[in-house]
Nanobody, 127 residues
């Protein structure tokens, strides 16, 4: 019943922008950390950004820092990923995931701690 559904992926030229969204159903994202992951062919899935349930803290991988921005709208039960200055190496399947965080101090790492996952949306950046 619980679902995370990503949308907004597609083909974009290098230097362009895309905005991904992740909508949750059957549960509230409140008190969940949200993360965006990506996986390129032949590579392991990696976390690229995360945000606390209040939005007061964020995490960015070095590879996307300064170019990507994560945000969430708890009222709409949705998390977003604004991707600017896209590079061909950003090409991957992008997944959103939710991690229950009932107390402060929960970290963004630990891929196995993310309870819910979306189906992924493909982002392809052409050079």
């Amino acid at each position: 019943q619980v679902q995370l559904v990503e949308s907004g992926g597609g083909l974009v030229q290098a230097g362009g922008s895309l905005r991904l969204s992740c909508a949750a159903s059957d549960f509230s994202l409140s008190r969940y950390y949200m993360g965006w992951f990506r996986q390129a062919p032949g590579k392991e899935r990696e976390i690229i950004t995360g945000i606390t349930w209040t939005g007061d803290k964020t995490y960015y991988a070095d590879s996307v820092k300064g170019r990507f921005t994560i945000s969430r709208d708890n009222a709409k039960n949705t998390v977003f990923l604004q991707m600017n200055s896209l590079k061909p190496e950003d090409t991957a399947m992008y997944y959103c995931a939710a991690k229950f965080a009932p107390f402060s101090g929960v970290t963004f790492d630990g891929i196995n701690d993310y309870t819910y996952w979306g189906q992924g949306t493909q982002v392809t950046v052409s050079s």
